[in-house]
C-alpha cells in the first residue's frame, strides 16, 4: 500500500537562520553557507534516530542531499539520502517541493532509488503534475547514472559535475525529544 500525501514543502530561512520542516516546525540552524551552486545547511536535530542533519540543496539537479548522524545505538549503513526535489531559490530563501523519488547511498549496498511507486500514485491522484513527475523521473535518472558511471560513489559524481561538497568535521549531536 503506497503512502499517499501531499508534496511536501520545506523552507530554508538563511537570513533568519530557521529551517521550516513540512510539518511546520522551526528549527534553529547552527549553518548556512551558500555557494554558487547551491546552499549547505548544518542543524541540530531531536529525532530518536538521529541527531544532527547536514544538507546540500543543488537547484540544477532538483536534488538536496543529506547526511544523517545516526545516534549510537542506530545501526545502518547509510552514508546519503538524496531527496529529489524542486528547488527554489529566491536570493534570501530556498523552497523545495520533494518529488517523492529518493536515492540512498550505502557503505557496503547498491544504491537504491525508492518511492517510484509515491511519485505514480500522487501523480494519478493529482497531488504532482505530469510536468512534475516528469522532471523527478529525468533528475532521477541523470543521477542514477552518474553515480553508478562513478563506480557508485556520489561525491565522485558530484564532483566530476562540479559539485565539490563539504561536510563538517565533526557535530555534536542534539538530545532526543
Given at each position: 500500500?503506497?503512502?499517499?500525501?501531499?508534496?511536501?514543502?520545506?523552507?530554508?530561512?538563511?537570513?533568519?537562520?530557521?529551517?521550516?520542516?513540512?510539518?511546520?516546525?522551526?528549527?534553529?540552524?547552527?549553518?548556512?553557507?551558500?555557494?554558487?551552486?547551491?546552499?549547505?545547511?548544518?542543524?541540530?536535530?531531536?529525532?530518536?534516530?538521529?541527531?544532527?542533519?547536514?544538507?546540500?540543496?543543488?537547484?540544477?539537479?532538483?536534488?538536496?542531499?543529506?547526511?544523517?548522524?545516526?545516534?549510537?545505538?542506530?545501526?545502518?549503513?547509510?552514508?546519503?539520502?538524496?531527496?529529489v526535489?524542486?528547488?527554489?531559490?529566491?536570493?534570501?530563501?530556498?523552497?523545495?517541493?520533494?518529488?517523492?523519488i529518493?536515492?540512498?547511498?550505502?557503505?557496503?549496498?547498491?544504491?537504491?532509488?525508492?518511492?517510484?511507486?509515491?511519485?505514480?500514485?500522487?501523480?494519478?491522484?493529482?497531488?504532482?503534475?505530469?510536468?512534475?513527475?516528469?522532471?523527478?523521473?529525468?533528475?532521477?535518472?541523470?543521477?542514477?547514472?552518474?553515480?553508478t558511471?562513478?563506480?557508485?560513489?556520489?561525491?565522485?559524481?558530484?564532483?566530476?559535475?562540479?559539485?565539490?561538497?563539504?561536510?563538517?568535521?565533526?557535530?555534536?549531536?542534539?538530545?532526543?525529544?
Amino acid at each position: 500500500m503506497v503512502d499517499l500525501h501531499p508534496v511536501k514543502e520545506e523552507l530554508f530561512d538563511i537570513p533568519a537562520r530557521l529551517n521550516i520542516d513540512p510539518k511546520g516546525f522551526h528549527r534553529a540552524v547552527d549553518t548556512y553557507e551558500r555557494t554558487d551552486f547551491g546552499l549547505y545547511m548544518g542543524r541540530g536535530a531531536d529525532h530518536p534516530r538521529f541527531g544532527y542533519l547536514e544538507s546540500w540543496l543543488l537547484p540544477a539537479l532538483s536534488l538536496r542531499i543529506n547526511i544523517f548522524h545516526f545516534r549510537p545505538h542506530v545501526t545502518t549503513g547509510q552514508l546519503y539520502y538524496c531527496d529529489v526535489a524542486e528547488i527554489i531559490d529566491d536570493g534570501e530563501r530556498m523552497r523545495t517541493r520533494d518529488l517523492y523519488i529518493d536515492l540512498v547511498t550505502h557503505r557496503d549496498k547498491d544504491l537504491e532509488v525508492l518511492d517510484i511507486d509515491e511519485l505514480a500514485a500522487a501523480t494519478a491522484a493529482g497531488l504532482l503534475s505530469p510536468a512534475d513527475a516528469e522532471r523527478a523521473i529525468e533528475a532521477t535518472l541523470h543521477a542514477v547514472e552518474g553515480i553508478t558511471r562513478a563506480g557508485d560513489d556520489l561525491m565522485a559524481w558530484l564532483r566530476a559535475e562540479g559539485y565539490p561538497l563539504t561536510w563538517a568535521d565533526s557535530v555534536t549531536l542534539q538530545p532526543a525529544g
